[in-house]
C-alpha cells in the first residue's frame, strides 16, 4: 500500500477549474507534511472510451500508471465539477476501467464538489458515493460543496473563507480517517 494521497480531478475538460480546485487539495496536504498526487483525467488517451476499455484495460501507458496508482493508494480525494446535475461521464469510464474490486476494497475517500450554478455538485457527490461503496471504498461523511464556484475562486486561489475551512478541515479528517 501506498501511503500518498491520490487526488482525481474529474474531468478531462481542457480548461477544468476541477483541477484548479485539486491543486488547492494539494498544497494543503502539503501544508501538513502530506504527499500528495493529483491525476488529471485530461491525460487519459483521446480513444480512451472506445479502445482502452474492457478487453484492452490498462493497455495504454498512462492507463497502466492510473491503474497501479489507483490500485496501490489506500486513500483518495475525488474533485468533482456538476455536470447536468451529476458528475462527469468521463470520470465513471475512468473507474470502469479500473482494476474490480482491488482498486477500492477498504479505501478511503473524501469527495469534493463544485459547480457553476448553486447546488455544489451534492447530488453528483451522492451518486458518486453510492457508487464508491458498492466498490467497497468508505467515504467521509465531510463533503465541501463548493457551489458559485466563478465568484468564489480567484487565479486558482479560493477566495470564499467558509469554503476554505471546509476544506482544510475535511483534508485532516482524511488524514485521520
Ligand atoms: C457538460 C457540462 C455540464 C454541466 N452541467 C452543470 C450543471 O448541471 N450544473 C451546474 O451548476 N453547472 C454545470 N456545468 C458547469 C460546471 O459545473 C462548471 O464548468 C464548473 O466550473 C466545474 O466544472 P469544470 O471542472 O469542468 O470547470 C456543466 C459544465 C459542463 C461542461
Do not use: W
Amino acid at each position: 500500500m501506498n501511503n500518498k494521497v491520490y487526488i482525481i480531478s474529474g474531468t478531462n475538460r481542457q480548461q477544468a477549474v476541477s483541477l484548479q480546485v485539486a491543486k488547492v487539495y494539494q498544497q494543503e496536504f502539503k501544508a501538513l507534511g502530506v504527499e500528495a498526487e493529483i491525476i488529471d483525467l485530461r491525460q487519459l488517451p483521446a480513444d480512451y472510451l472506445f479502445s482502452g476499455l474492457y478487453e484492452n484495460a490498462g493497455k495504454s501507458e498512462t492507463t497502466i500508471d492510473f491503474r497501479k496508482k489507483m490500485k496501490e493508494a489506500s486513500k483518495f480525494v475525488f474533485v468533482i465539477a456538476e455536470y447536468n446535475g451529476s458528475f462527469p461521464g468521463v470520470l465513471k469510464a475512468f473507474i470502469d476501467g479500473l482494476e474490480f474490486p482491488d482498486s477500492f476494497t477498504n479505501k478511503k475517500c473524501a469527495l469534493a464538489g463544485l459547480s457553476a450554478g448553486e447546488q455544489g455538485a451534492v447530488l453528483a457527490m451522492s451518486h458518486l458515493t453510492d457508487i464508491l461503496n458498492y466498490c467497497g471504498a468508505h467515504v467521509l461523511a465531510k463533503k465541501p460543496k463548493l457551489a458559485s464556484i466563478g465568484a468564489n475562486m480567484k487565479e486558482g486561489v479560493i477566495t470564499n473563507e467558509r469554503y476554505m475551512k471546509h476544506i482544510k478541515l475535511q483534508v485532516r479528517q482524511l488524514i485521520e480517517f
